[in-house]
């Protein structure tokens, strides 16, 4: 499904939309070019999930985790990272077991040769200064 959004607040109100049509998914990919919307979605995410923390990205500290009302959100930026095994130390394979655990991964070709078969890719592409297209 293809949409467009106008502003980081709309592209939030589609993550709350993304979450109740997936209810039940653990893995999710974002991928996009800088400033294309993937933080932004996360903060959708989030407020969906009942988590009241802002939340930022996790480009320098590579991974953030918040704890919502009944999941947590594990927040990962692999834009510094360079392959699979490079998750295993921030103990990705140990989160992914879980499924209250929802897990987000921005840039995930950095680090999947193959990308999982169980991971939901969300693309997003810069459209203008303002719209973005975002598509799963």
Known sequence: MDFISNSPAETEKLAKKFIKNFPDTVLVGLSGDLGSGKTAFVKGLSKALGIKKNVTSPTFVIEK????????????????????????????????????????????????????????????????ENKRKINW
Do not use: C
């Open 65 to 128: 985790i918040y704890q919502g009302k009944s999941r947590q959100l594990i927040h990962i930026d692999a834009y510094r990272l360079s392959t699979e095994s490079d998750l295993q130390t921030i103990g990705f394979y140990e989160f992914i077991h879980n499924p209250k655990n929802i897990i987000v991964i921005e840039w995930p070709e950095k680090v999947f040769s193959k990308i999982p078969e169980r991971m939901r890719i969300i693309k997003f592409s810069y459209v203008d």
